[in-house]
Structure formats: C-alpha cells, structure tokens
C-alpha cells in the first residue's frame, strides 16, 4: 500500500550481502574440507560431517530413498542459504555456497513436503557471527511460518472473490472482497518487501504514479473494489483484473518465505502495521469505497500481536514494563475493536462510514497508545 | 472581550505615577520576577549559545528590550542572557510562562486523559516535568535525538538541535474533568467553576475543555512546538491530545517598559496588562494565596483560554471613526479617548458607552484585573475566503469568579461583539511552580489525596 519499507529485505538482496552467492556454478572447488556428502533418504538425512571450515561449501547429495526430494542448507532461523529441489530417486545432485562461520542446519524434505529431516551443523573459523538468542531464532522461524501460513490461507479466499466477480455476481464478490485481504493485511510489511508486488495487488487509486492510467494501469484489489462498490458492475475488464490478482499473489506465495526476516525487522514490523492503521484505517482512505476499513484494522492488529507475542519471552527479560505496557495496550485496542463487531469470532465489522468522529477520535488514542510503546520493542528484543 | 484586560488599567496605574506611569519604572526590568534565568549555574545548552561573546548577549537584549533598555544596558547580565534565546528557569514558587516577560510564539495543547490508572498518570506527570525541566533548558529528552540504539527510535524528535532554549517555559494546568477522576473530587478548587455561558458565545466542542493543558511559549516557534510534539508523545495512551492552538505574535506585554502589541484588528490593548515586576499586584488579583485554599494550589493560579475569531473582513471595511469610537483609542498611538499616549489614565465617561475600553476597564468592574497573555492566530482561511484568525485570549488570574467573568459579562454589551465571536473556551486550574530537582508537576495535588 505505501511505498516499499525497509524492514525486510527479500532474500535475492541479502544473500549476496551476507553470504555470498548460492547456486551450482563451480566458483572454485570446495576443499576436500569444505564437501559434505548428504545420503538422502525416505526417513534419513545422513550427513558425512558435522563441522566444516566456513568459506566454500559443496553438499554432495546422494538421494537413495523412493521419494523425489529436496535438500536445504538453512540459517538458524530457517532463512535459505541455499536449496536444491527435484532430486529424483537414485540420482546426485550437488549445491554450493559460501558461508560464514556459525551454526547451520541441512534439511532434507522427502516427498518435498514438510519441515523436513534436520542435522545441525557448524561451518568453523575466526569471525565467527555472535550467536543469537535461540529462542530469538526459533521465534524468526514460528514468525517465518506464521507468513507463509497466512499466503497460503489467502490463496483459495482470493479464488473465491476472483471467481464471484468473473461470474458478474457483484453480491457474493463484495461478501468475498474484505476476507481475501486478512491474510496480506496481517503480514504487510513482509509482503511489502518485495517491492514488485505490492503496487500491483494492493494499490489505491492516488497511489498510482505520474503517467499512469487508472483506467488501464490500476490493477489489483482496491481497482475492483471501485467496480464493486463505485461503480456497481462488472466487466470483461474486471474479469481480466481478478485473473491477474490471483496470479499476483500466487506469485507472492511463493516467494514470502524467501524475505530477510530478523527479530528486528519482527518487532518493527508489528509498529509498521500500526503505521499502517494510524496513516490509513483509521482515516477510513484505505477502503473508501467498500468501507471495509476495520476488517483490515483488526487484521493489522493481529499481525503486529503475532509478532509481539514470539518476541515476549526476550522482550520482558530485558524490558518487563515495555511487556507489561504492551499487554495492557494490545488488550484495550483490541476490545476496543470489539465493540465493533456482534460475532468475536468472526470478521463482520461494522462499516467504517457509519463509525463516528468522536468514536474514530477514540480508535485513533488507542492505535496511539499501543504504537508508541511498540516502537521500543525492537530496542527491547536486541538489548 | 477581545481585550478584557483593559481592566488591567487598574488603580495601580496611578499608583506608579499618573500619565507617564509605566515608561518611567523600567527597568528593574524583569529580574525580580523569578522567571529569568537569573542564576548562572543554568547555563544555557544548546550549542548555538556556545561562542556568543558578551557584547553579543548585550546587543541582542538591547534589541529584545527597545528603547528603554537600550538607555540601561548591560544592567543585570542574567536578563540579557535571557533575552538573547536564554533558558527562563523551570523551577520556582510560580510556574514560569505566567508572569515572565510574554515570549513571542505560543502552542497551546490541551488533553484529555485516556488512562484510569492513577499510578500510570502520576509517573506521566513525572515523565513530563523531567521533559519540561531539560527542554526549558535548551536539552534534548532522555537520551537525545540521536546517537543511542539504532534499533529504536530516539527520545527526542530532534527538531529543536541547535535552537537557542527562547525563553521557553511550559505550564500546565489541571480543568475542572480532571477532578472527576482518580480520586480527586474533593480536592477540586471552588474557584474552579465551570465557566457560565456568556451572551455571544458560539463554543466548538472540539475547541473547548480539556482535563489538562500544557502552554508552551518561546521566541522560536519551533522551539514551542517541539515541546508540545515530545509532551504529546510521552503522553500517549495516558493521555491525549483534544485540541491545540497555535499563536503568532504576542498582543499583550507583561514589561511596562516595551510598547504594547497591537492585535489582528490593528489596536493595542491591554495597554495596562499587570507586569511581572509588580509584585503587589501579581499578589493581589493572580497567585491564589494560601488561605484562597485548597492548599495544594497555594502560589498556582486560574487560567482561561478563549479562541476568539475576528470577523477580519467586515473590520476591515469599518472606517476609522468607528473602529476608533469601537475601542475607545486612537489606532495610531493607542491612547485613550482624549489622551495623548498610550498608558495615559483613561477618562472613561469620554468614551461611548459601549466602548470597549469604558466597559472592559477595572472601574467598570470593581476593580477586577487579570493578567492577560494572549496571542494573535491564523489558522489559515475558512473555506469562504476568509481569514480564520483572531486572538487566542489567556488570562490568569486569583480567582475567575473575581476576575474573568464578571468583566466578561459586562462586555455583554461591548461594540466589539460586532466583529467577534468566541468559538473556543478553557479553564485551568494552574498548580504552583516546580520547587526542585525532586519535585514534579502536580506533586502537592496528588499528594493530598489517594485514590477512592
């Protein structure tokens, strides 16, 4: 929705700037040091040593199992060092990498389904990176799969929508429009990063930029959500609009669980999502045709406490007050919020032009008073 | 109303000697009055103030003082100091921005308290006084604006580095809601009333009220601001923001010896305002004495802010016998009907009876005086193509039942209700001054009492 922020970075920029190029091209043969040979089963993954000198890495993989597979070397926090997908039953493959020194896992997925079969393993050497908080990296992993989870989710929701509007039923594509956005909502700020996507599905009309055509360059949700709520009809345009909208975010799908994401870029993540709410929900702009404002407020909302929550257990040894504040702040926003919906379950909110100045006075304290406190969290998570 | 401190032309006036009265007392300037930074152990902070050699400070109050001070210059160095962008001290009997010499700029923010924890309240008025206590001295808050954790962001906003402190001084005030929370209805002020409504009145909800204020004023707008932006942000989810105010140009004077300001419609007014060094006065009609009760105001005071709108463009088309017969001055000098300069003693009957000075003046109120601060705003046009500007009127005072409303309510019938009309209405009660280090705004109030 705004313009690209800096939180996350997609991975296609931070492998080249921490570890160095992945892939198979035979840069330099690894020393006899730097080959691991990976036996790859149905059940196993067999690795031939558990400590090599970082630099040049090759895994010789060897996949003697019945089931295709694939082979990962991963960052701590399940970030992709690098990867090899398809190796058949039978067949070798090898993959390289330069790596740093410090703690690394290798995965094998059987059936390329999975967390996978994991050895950890440690490349050695000076400048060895200072090791993080594992329970910081295991809250980058939770948070990684909290992202992916919400892409996949939102894939048969957009389907759903994209559907109602090719079949002209303008009723059903409005009850199907607000639930396909929960998903991108709550992890905005990672989807964002790849800043390719983001000005195609989620766009508003005065975010287009000088020279483009709203009639012929806008795509993606809030163009049909004018269609829908504006104009009252549908075309062969829209039709085309909501094939490209699927298509955008299945390309999303698979590229969220490659961005950068750091226990940083978590804490200030969750702040952005309240940016988010302050600069466009709560002035009601982000959906000034549908009114769906809150639906994206609360889903915003969760994000941003998805990320707080993973991050708690650091947070609170380093700042309890900070966790405390932020308890008590997510809790009044959230029942605050609440108040607008009859089902506390569901995603029925109560629409945004029929929500009062003094009321929207009141969402906007309590997105302040939760965003302020949330801006000390990253300071919190790294102390 | 515009100026309902003609009354301030009070029997004092010819106490300090008739027709020449205040350009003859000059210049124990504003030192006796506590506000200046009169001792040189706060030294002023902000880099800009370093390298400034003395003849520079001289030069600059020179210029800051006019004509009077430039006759004595050099007389008391703390007040030079203060006068070239200074520090004013934070700490005192009285809060500082009361009867200091008036600043230029004004931000005026009044909040509503959005937190029931008393606990969580108090330590935001501790927050905030040690916030005060660093920004009137030219500091950053906590940590500063920058060079501390790149992960969060900094304490400061960071708009103010490198700003001289302007004679910044922050004062806050507690209104009448605010006694309707934690605990503290009984200790709510008598004189505390809630303001009646006045013939005229047309009060915007969204501008009037408020459980607390806070009045920023400095010779550099940026300066006020920045204090306004980083209170309101300490603040958050304790408090926030109703309504602020913006003024630009400062239409009354608190040192006899500077010529009075003239407001938006061109006049001076107020042209007897109760100076900082007239320490009887200040004790007689705007420090709440100790018997006044509860204790906990003892040396505070009660401030109302008025957000006046002129009706700028039909003024302006008035001719000049009317404008003139309207205040009841000439528009060049400002004196009185009959006089020749500004401060001379107004003969009253010479004026129409529904002039504005005849009616706003002390003897037409039985002596009611109150000290006025008000600042001249435009915040920008109303969508008609008219100015939306007018004074933003600020008065302390012993006791509004004394003070303010019994002059406003005989200016029910003032010719100026022609041109203005008062969209905007605020009472505070303002605690005493922040005596230390230890000290913090509100201590003696909260204090007093506990929760229940």
């Known amino acids: 929705m705004r313009p690209l922020r800096l939180s996350f970075v997609t991975a296609a920029t931070t492998v080249a700037a921490l570890t160095a190029v992945t892939g198979c091209t035979e840069k330099s043969s690894a020393g006899a040091d730097g080959v691991i040979a990976v036996t790859a089963t149905d059940t196993k993954c067999e690795v031939s040593k558990k400590e090599f000198p970082a630099g040049h890495v090759e895994l010789d993989i060897e996949n003697k199992g019945s089931k295709v597979t694939e082979v990962y070397l991963l960052f701590p926090d399940d970030r992709v060092v690098t990867e090899r997908e398809n190796i058949g039953p039978g067949t070798k493959q090898k993959v390289t990498a330069e790596v740093k020194a410090g703690d690394y896992r290798i995965a094998c997925k059987p059936g390329m389904k999975g967390d996978g079969i994991r050895q950890d393993v440690t490349a050695t050497g000076s400048g060895k990176v200072a090791k993080r908080d594992p329970r910081l990296d295991e809250a980058v992993a939770s948070y990684r799969k909290y992202v992916q989870t919400q892409a996949d989710e939102t894939i048969p929701l957009v389907k759903v929508f994209a559907d109602a509007v090719k079949d002209g039923d303008v009723e059903a594509a409005k009850k199907a429009y607000a639930p396909s956005r929960i998903g991108w909502e709550r992890t905005e700020p990672v989807a964002e990063s790849f800043g390719d996507i983001d000005p195609k599905v989620d766009v508003r009309e005065d975010g287009l930029e000088e020279g483009q055509d709203p009639e012929k360059d806008w795509t993606g949700w809030h163009r049909l959500e004018r269609s829908l709520w504006k104009d009252g009809k549908l075309t062969d345009r829209d039709s085309e609009l909501a094939d490209q909208l699927v298509k955008d975010l299945v390309d999303w799908q698979k590229r969220v669980g490659k961005a950068e994401i750091t226990p940083t870029s978590m804490a200030n993540g969750a702040k952005e999502l309240l940016d988010e709410v302050a600069t466009g929900k709560v002035t009601g702009e982000e959906e000034r045709y549908s009114h769906t404002d809150l639906v994206d407020f609360k889903a915003n909302v969760e994000g941003a406490e998805e990320s707080y929550k993973l991050l708690k257990a650091v947070a609170a040894e380093n700042d309890p007050e900070l966790t405390k504040e932020l308890d008590k702040q997510f809790t009044a926003l959230n029942t605050l919020l609440d108040k607008y919906r009859a089902d506390k379950t569901g995603y029925d909110f109560v629409s945004y032009d029929k929500v009062g100045e003094a009321e929207q006075n009141k969402l906007s304290d309590a997105v302040n008073a939760l965003a302020e406190p949330l801006s000390q969290l990253a300071a919190a998570v790294v102390k | ?452």
Not at chain 2, 190 to 203: I, K, R, S, T, Y
Request: charged letters at 25%; glycine letters at 14%.
């Open chain 2, 1 to 452: 109303m515009t100026d309902t401190t003609e009354n301030t032309t009070d029997s004092a006036d010819g106490a300090t000697g008739g027709d020449t009265a205040a350009t003859d007392t000059p210049s124990t300037g504003t030192a006796g009055t506590g506000a200046p930074a009169g001792d040189g152990s706060r030294a002023p902070s902000r880099r800009a103030l370093i390298g400034w050699g003395g003849a520079g400070l001289a030069l600059g109050a020179a210029v800051a003082g006019g004509a009077v001070a430039v006759a004595r210059p050099g007389e008391d160095t703390g007040d030079t100091v203060t006068a070239a962008g200074g520090p004013i001290a934070f700490h005192g009997t009285h809060q500082a921005g009361i009867a200091t010499p008036v600043q230029d700029r004004l931000h005026f923010a009044a909040f509503d308290v959005e937190t029931d924890d008393r606990e969580a309240f108090v330590a935001m008025l501790k927050d905030w006084t040690e916030a005060a206590r660093r920004m009137t001295a030219g500091k950053a808050v906590g940590d500063g604006a920058y060079g501390g954790l790149a992960e969060a962001p900094p304490d400061d906003t960071g708009e103010a580095l490198g700003l001289k402190p302007s004679r910044l001084t922050l004062t806050l005030g507690f209104g009448p809601s605010l006694f309707e929370r934690f605990g503290l209805a009984k200790q709510r002020p008598e004189a505390l009333v809630d303001l009646p409504q006045f013939a005229g009145d047309n009060l915007d909800r969204a501008r009037s009220g408020g459980d607390l204020c806070v009045q920023a004023c400095a010779d550099d707008p940026q300066v006020a601001v920045h204090a306004i932006r980083n209170l309101a942000r300490i603040g958050f989810g304790k408090v926030s923001v109703r309504w602020s105010q913006l003024g630009f140009g400062k239409t009354s004077s608190t040192t006899p010896e500077a010529q009075t300001p003239r407001n938006l419609m061109g006049f001076k007014d107020g042209t007897r305002n109760i100076a900082g060094t007239e320490t009887a006065r200040l004790k007689k009609h705007v420090w709440v004495d100790e018997k006044d009760g509860p204790s906990w105001m003892a040396g505070g005071s009660y401030l109302v802010a008025r957000r006046i709108r002129m009706h700028i463009e039909p003024w302006d088309r008035t001719s000049l016998q009317e404008q003139e017969d309207i205040f009841g001055r000439d528009k060049g000098e400002g004196a009185p009907v009959g006089k020749a300069k500004e401060r001379d003693k107004p003969f009253l009957k010479a004026m129409k009876p529904d002039a504005h000075v005849r009616l706003a003046h002390p003897d037409s109120n039985d002596g009611a005086t109150i000290l006025r601060r008000g600042y001249s705003f435009t915040d920008g046009t109303d969508g008609l193509g008219r100015l939306d500007a007018g004074l933003f009127f600020l008065a302390y005072q012993r006791d509004v039942r004394k003070g303010f409303i019994p002059i406003q309510r005989n200016l029910a019938t003032d010719a100026l209700n022609e041109y203005i009309q008062h969209v905007g209405s605020a009472i505070f009660a303002v605690p005493p001054g922040v005596r230390d280090a230890d000290d913090w705004w509100g201590r003696a109030l909260f204090s007093s009492t506990t929760e229940g």
